[in-house]
């Protein structure tokens, strides 16, 4: 789980943002957040959190 806030996804008791009304069909790119999160979590486990993840895909993705 992530604590980015849009990064949360729906749970059986909860509605992410991923699946919220506002958020339905206008974020994109879970799949390459969660493919740097799992690059990042094999190389150095619990260390870099998801909110520092989306950051700096915003970041870099501005920079492009």
């Not at 008791?13 to 206008?26: H, L």
């Not at 999160?37 to 700096?56: F, G, H, P």
């Amino acid at each position: 789980d992530c604590d980015g806030s849009v990064l949360l996804v729906d749970t059986p008791t909860f509605t992410g943002e991923q699946g919220a009304i506002p958020n339905k069909d206008s974020l994109r790119g879970f799949n390459v957040i969660n493919t740097i999160k799992a690059n990042v979590e094999a190389a150095c486990r619990a260390t870099v959190s998801c909110a520092d993840i989306l950051a700096l895909a915003e970041r870099d993705g501005v920079v492009l």
